[in-house]
């Protein structure tokens, strides 16, 4: 069994902000690659940014030169690093990752953390 733990999210005012982290753990061989999406109240869950193994990174449109996604996949971690935050940018942001299991290839994903962008 593998599980994604996100933390970080919280309230934060327009403009400030916040940094979430991810972490994985479990029967886990390898992973290839971690993600962020999100999804906003009453809308489908959209991507923001992913990191590769070998350190290769994207970011969604709408988050490109305020949000940075960082961490060391071979280590089973990754972070968000949110700035310039907007109320549009409220959202749950859920953490995603494709790993090799010793049974099977798996897509796992977090439970989520609430980020609030409000004044």
């Known amino acids: 069994q593998v599980q994604l733990v996100e933390s970080g999210g919280g309230l934060v005012q327009p403009g400030g902000s916040l940094r979430l982290s991810c972490a994985a753990s479990?029967?886990?061989?390898?992973?290839?690659?971690m993600r962020w999406y999100r999804q906003a109240p009453g809308k489908e869950r959209e991507f923001v940014a992913r990191?590769?193994?070998?350190?290769?990174?994207n970011h969604a449109d709408s988050v490109q030169g305020r949000f940075t996604i960082s961490g060391d996949v071979a280590k089973n971690t990754v972070y968000l690093q949110m700035n310039s935050l907007k109320p549009e940018d409220t959202a749950v942001y859920y953490c995603?990752?494709?790993?090799?299991?010793?049974?099977?290839?798996?897509?796992?994903w977090g439970q989520g953390t609430l980020v609030t962008v409000s004044s």
């Open positions: 479990g029967s886990i061989l390898s992973i290839n690659t």
């Open positions: 995603n990752a494709d790993v090799v299991s010793p049974t099977a290839p798996l897509e796992v």
């Open positions: 990191i590769t193994r070998g350190g290769n990174t």
